[in-house]
């Protein structure tokens, strides 16, 4: 299949040009997929969308995925391609924000020892699958990368992402009040949805903010319930346990210890960063930076194979 460059694909999808969008989609995507279901998508998207603006280019794992936003950020676009150039990630999502969005009290950095990819991060559902979810809203997902890849040699074992068994340090000094441990690695795609965050521990750290290290190896705890711990502290390592797509470190602040009744709060890290999905992030002592990359990839290599279709007739 030919190359295609962003500036075809939104014109295309502006348009409504439906059997060349449809055409350029993998034949796995096209299985699962009704041409009828994209034709009334873009029809939907056209009519609530305004001007829209390239966001970014993020390529990783040998993907690249394309992001637009409209000029009123009322709506958004992402497309996944393959190294083949064929579509294998079609999103227009209608953009929620949030008015009343509190923020933490305390300043936190990021939990990891060397530079990490933002796989999952920001103030919108294209940028952050965890921001449709209350408890998750504010959350932030980081793989290790190298060469622009998450993995070398299979994928499906977790052994072969470069994040697995690294360091997890603690984000700000605080309590243990909870740690679940016991909970088996699993297979990169196979979800565990008895046991979602997987192993997990959570700190408190003032009066109504805790955090959450979540997806951890079995087994590789530091410290246990009612340990006092300090930034920069090592408590874990970065596993593959409960709802977990690759090897990665979920990090979250919430207002309570329970995960199922929480809400998360926006993470005041240090130095005012704010990072987001595609971004590099590094914290070394309490110097902490962020680097917008623009061709790093979408947060799932095993992206969802139908269109996501959230507009409404």
């Known amino acids: 299949m030919e190359a295609m460059n962003a500036q075809e694909i939104i014109e295309k999808i502006e348009n409504g040009d439906v059997n060349w969008i449809y055409n350029h989609f993998s034949e796995d995507f096209q ?108 959350a932030i997902d980081l ?76 087994y590789s705890f530091n410290v246990t319930v009612g340990d006092e711990v300090f930034r920069g502290q090592r408590i874990a390592r970065v596993g593959n346990s409960g709802n977990s797509t690759e090897p990665h470190i979920h990090f979250q602040v919430m207002d309570q210890i329970d995960t199922t009744k929480a809400q998360t709060l926006k993470i005041k890290l240090q130095q005012a960063i704010s990072p987001e999905k595609g971004d590099i992030v590094n914290y070394t002592g309490d110097n902490i930076w962020v680097k917008n990359e623009n061709f790093i990839l979408s947060f799932m290599k095993n992206i969802r194979t139908n269109i996501l279709q959230l507009f409404k007739g």
């Open 31 to 138: 299985e699962v997929s009704a041409i009828t279901e994209l034709d009334k998508l873009l029809k939907e998207y056209n009519e609530l969308r305004s001007s829209n603006s390239f966001y970014k280019h993020i390529h990783i794992n040998r993907q690249d995925e394309y992001i637009w936003f409209d000029d009123k950020q009322t709506t958004g676009v992402s497309v996944t391609l393959n190294k083949y150039s064929e579509i294998i990630g079609f999103v227009l999502l209608p953009l929620h924000h949030s008015d009343t969005m509190k923020h933490t009290k305390l300043q936190y950095t990021m939990p990891i020892e060397d530079s990490w990819f933002v796989m999952a991060g920001g103030n919108n559902e294209l940028l952050n699958h965890h921001f449709h979810y209350k408890n998750y809203k504010n």
């Open 143 to 218: 793989v290790k990368i190298k060469n622009r890849c998450s993995y070398q040699g299979d994928p499906m074992l977790y052994t072969n992402y470069y994040g697995y068994n690294l360091t997890v340090v603690a984000p700000a000094n605080g309590v243990v009040v909870s740690v679940i441990d016991g909970i088996s690695d699993s297979v990169p795609g196979e979800f565990n949805v008895k046991h979602p965050q997987g192993n997990y521990i959570v700190i408190k750290h003032a009066k109504h903010e805790y955090s959450m290290l979540a997806h951890l190896k079995p």
